[in-house]
């Protein structure tokens, strides 16, 4: 875990706030989404639960968002009666996971605007099935670096 924590500092630039613990692997076997406690170490909540730490598939996420991708995938999560009920799933299975904290994925509380695809990317990656989540997956197309891990770089 020592070593994770070390490799999770370095992806991020800082040490993280709430880590709990890597929920997902990159195919190289680095950490890639980690998971988060409800409250840093200093008692604030911390409502985002899975934080991505892979800093080719974050870059891929924040090229999504920057395009538009937040008020797009906002808009067909509204009109796709299927990613309606997928992110419904997610944000209540979310409030099950942490009853300490309102909040579905990402800590969001507003409805009908995601807050961040990098925190549905995380949830889908940890918790398989997420419709939604697997479809901003999707867009970014190459998820993880063909061939090596940007933890090495």
Same mark, same amino acid.
């Given at each position: ?50 934080? +991505?730490?892979?800093? !080719? ?5 924040? %090229?999504? /968002?920057? *395009? $538009? @991708? &937040?008020?797009?995938? =906002? ?11 997928? +992110?419904?799933?997610? !944000? ?5 996971? %942490?009853? /300490?904290? *309102? $909040? @579905? &994925?990402?800590?969001? =509380? ?44």
């Amino acid at each position: 875990m020592d070593d994770d924590l070390a490799i999770v500092e370095r992806q991020l630039g800082r040490k993280p706030r709430a880590f709990r613990r890597v929920a997902v692997r990159c195919p190289y076997g680095a950490p890639a989404v980690v998971e988060q406690n409800p409250f840093d170490g200093a008692g604030e909540p911390f409502p985002t639960q899975f934080w +991505l730490t892979c800093r !080719h598939l974050a870059a891929a996420i924040s %090229r999504i /968002e920057a *395009a $538009g @991708g &937040v008020e797009r995938w =906002t808009e067909a999560s509204e009109a796709d009666p299927e990613l309606r009920t997928s +992110l419904g799933r997610a !944000h209540a299975e979310q409030q099950e996971l %942490r009853p /300490e904290l *309102a $909040g @579905g &994925v990402g800590g969001s =509380t507003r409805t009908g605007s995601l807050k961040c695809l990098h925190a549905h990317a995380a949830f889908a990656l940890a918790r398989p099935g997420y419709l939604l989540g697997d479809r901003i997956l999707a867009e970014a197309r190459q998820v993880w670096p063909e061939d090596r891990c940007c933890a090495t770089l």
